[in-house]
């Protein structure tokens, strides 16, 4: 009876020390929780009066993105917050945002939902996503308040600029004569670039001598065939998302060049072109919606680079100051 009373007693002084330790463990992570978050709020810079925190400095700024980066994310919230985007764009208001979307992410993974991007997103990573997001919106915003986009404006940003981008010119025409060489089986003799190449430099040229160099191939247990094709504005499509090694190539040559050996799918290339043509531009119809996107990217960046050159910048925080001057 004795043993069974010392026994309830020692379970009871068990449980409440075990509660003491979890009381004071929890208290010691809420004061550091508190005393890092009162850390991460110091204000440690002015960006045109809009005080930057120690936690949104260490977000924007580092070793890989200079000061000027972190004044332009400054004035584009500005901004944000001028064209009614967003009301508050202090890094607290932030940081709430993107505990409420990991919260909506997590019940939504919880009950089967799909969801678009990642289960959670790190700070980072959303901090960077929900920014370009309003970067976008901010862009149509000033594209019909502020930069008053008409046909007559596109029209002459195409003219003056469309020797610049090269998403306004056609493909260009190009006639190639091909040479492919691929094994006749998996056992026979395996060949390199290097030895593909050995193999052409015994000819002046492959092309003049084609039915010798496919006898010589022939013996290396490989066969050759000779492809005739025409690359422009039809075959663009494929060129680029399917045979970029081919076009890559191909693109780069001058009529007679010979391009070097290429090794594609399992198969060897060497290219000669024939002929080619300068693509045409397309009309401005064709590529209105284009040349509108460019127009607003412009007017944008000239607009955030007048801001920045206008800016007021105070740093009130000496560790801060002494991280720019590291960089710098």
Known sequence: MGDKKRNINIKK???FVTVIMVLILSFIVIAAKDKAGG?????????NDEPISSREFNQCYSSHQVLDYMIRVKLEQLLFRDKNIVEDISYKSFINSFIKENDRRKEAVDKGEIIYGPKQFHEDDY????????????KEILAVEDFAINDEKLKMFYDNSKE????Y???DYIEARLIKISPKNREGEKLTISDIEGLVDTYDDIFDNQMAFQKMIEGKSYMMDIIDRVFDESTARNDIRNESSIYDSVSKLKIGEV?????YNKAFYIIKCIDRKEGDYYSFEEKKD?????YIDERYEELIQKLMNESEVKIVDDSIKAKIQEVN
Not at 39 to 47: C, E, G, L, Q, S
Not at 129 to 135: A, G, I, M
């Open 39 to 47: 850390n991460a709020n110091k204000t440690v810079a002015y960006i």
């Open 127 to 138: 901090f960077s996503y929900l920014h370009s997001k309003r970067v976008l919106l901010l």
């Open 13 to 15: 002084i068990t449980g």
């Open 259 to 263: 391009s070097d050996v290429i090794e």
């Open 169 to 171: 010119k056609k493909q």
């Open 290 to 294: 284009y040349i509108r996107t460019r």
């Open 164 to 167: 610049i981008y090269p998403e």
